[in-house]
């Protein structure tokens, strides 16, 4: 609820290039005390623009979504088959005052009223997380609020906390997005050890170049999910790369072998079945990342397993996990599909915890296109 005596919400006028020093944001003894004070009042502010997608939302208590404001320029992306960096950095900065602004109508909050503000600072698209960052610190040194850099890595497993109360460490699971592919064991909060990578695409880049390939859209995920819904999972037998080797992941032989396979069909003059060739590829990446991380869980000795990151919104890894996780007795979590993709709910909730935990914000923050989870 605002308060009154707030003054009105103002139209955020941030400019492009904004130089904070850290003696603008003056932090004493006393506000750095107030950390860990969080209740179900606290409202954080998060900023997400690792990549394509702008977003601000506030997060009220850790788990009440009042705004998620999400400005995608996937459309301007989508003739080239990929994200063009430049292109998504000038469309954060045109996003960005508007969506703050969306967001505080949303939750008829004000600006004053936030407790800290909460921002993506890697990995990602360093044109893209500039803008961001900008913005937050902008603003954390106007509101005179703490300022939490955020690892998108991290939010992304977070997620899990905005909407399932019984979701917590320890647990392994997997973060498998546009830009990662990382099987994780998390024995406690801010805490990661990286079980397996992967060695060459991460898993939705790999969604994203068959489905390319195949002419079926962008982004590829969505698409070939959609269509692989009217196909066959057994009728075509690709690899199941690197099964049995370890908590690795590799896409590229996967690839060829989908690449192989259209071209051998087309050079015998064969009717190629679009909804089959998805189904088959989507059901090899699926089934090697649901045996590799029960596995993780079993030799970890953890009951709870989460997937995270917009490929966790694909329906058959959901699925598959699902199934697999109670043949385990192990308790499977996955965020909804708009929080599995990139959003900044994830960033505030991530936020909060760390405020809870009485984590030191940092006024320094920097973008860190290459910032690992641990
Ligand atoms: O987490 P995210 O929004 O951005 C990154 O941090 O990279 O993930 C985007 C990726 C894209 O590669 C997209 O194709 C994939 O997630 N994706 C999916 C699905 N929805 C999004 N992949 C498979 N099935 C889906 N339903
Ligand atoms: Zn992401």
């Given at each position: 609820?605002?308060?009154?005596?707030?003054?009105?919400?103002?139209?955020?006028?941030?400019?492009?290039?904004?130089?904070?020093?850290?003696?603008?944001?003056?932090?004493?003894?006393?506000?750095i005390e107030e950390l860990?004070?969080?209740?179900?009042?606290?409202?954080?502010?998060?900023?997400?623009?690792?990549?394509?997608e702008t977003g601000v939302a506030i997060l009220r208590g850790g788990d009440q979504v009042l705004a998620n404001v999400i400005s995608s320029s996937a459309d301007l992306h989508s003739r080239y088959g990929g994200v063009v960096p430049e292109v998504a950095s000038r469309a954060h900065v045109q996003a960005m005052n508007p969506a703050i602004a969306e967001a505080l109508r949303l939750a008829?909050?004000?600006?004053?009223?936030?407790?800290?503000?909460?921002?993506?600072?890697?990995?990602?698209?360093?044109?893209?997380?500039?803008?961001?960052?900008a913005a937050a610190k902008a603003l954390a040194s106007v509101l005179e609020v703490p300022l939490l850099g955020i690892n998108h890595l991290e939010a992304h497993i977070y997620a899990n906390f905005l909407e399932h109360p019984d979701f917590a460490p320890p647990a392994v699971g997997l973060i498998v997005s546009g830009g990662h592919t990382l099987l994780v064991h998390m024995p406690a909060h801010g805490l990661y050890e990286v079980l397996g990578e992967t060695l060459d695409d991460a898993a939705g880049e790999a969604f994203d170049k068959i489905a390319r390939y195949l002419g079926i859209g962008y982004p590829g995920g969505p698409a070939i999910d959609q269509m692989a819904l009217g196909g066959s999972k057994r009728a075509i037998k690709f690899p199941r790369a690197m099964l049995r080797r370890g908590y690795d992941f590799s896409f590229s032989g996967?690839?060829?072998?989908?690449?192989?396979?259209?071209?051998?069909?087309?050079?015998?003059?064969?009717?190629?079945?679009?909804?089959?060739?998805?189904?088959?590829?989507?059901?090899a990446v699926v089934e090697v990342q649901?045996?590799?991380?029960?596995?993780?869980a079993q030799e970890y000795g953890v009951t709870n397993v989460f997937v995270s990151g917009g490929v966790a919104a694909n329906s058959r890894l959901r699925e598959l996990m699902g199934?697999?996780?109670?043949?385990?007795?192990?308790?499977?979590?996955?965020?909804?599909?708009?929080?599995?993709?990139?959003?900044?709910?994830m960033v505030a909730c991530c936020g909060h915890y760390r405020f809870?935990?009485?984590?030191?914000?940092?006024p320094n923050i920097d973008p860190d296109p290459n910032l690992h989870l641990a």
């Open positions: 609820m605002a308060k009154e005596s707030s003054p009105p919400v103002p139209s955020v006028d941030i400019p492009d290039v904004v130089d904070v020093t850290p003696e603008m944001i003056l932090q004493t003894e006393t506000e860990g004070k969080t209740d179900e009042q606290t409202l954080i502010l998060g900023i997400e623009t690792s990549c394509d008829d909050v004000t600006l004053w009223d936030m407790s800290a503000i909460a921002v993506t600072v890697g990995p990602g698209l360093i044109g893209s997380l500039i803008v961001g960052v996967l690839k060829t072998s989908v690449r192989d396979y259209i071209r051998k069909q087309e050079e015998a003059g064969v009717e190629i079945n679009l909804a089959d060739v998805c189904a088959s590829f989507q059901e649901v045996h590799k991380t029960i596995k993780a199934v697999m996780c109670e043949e385990s007795e192990l308790k499977l979590f996955y965020p909804s599909p708009v929080y599995c993709t990139d959003n900044a709910a809870e935990r009485g984590i030191r914000p940092d």
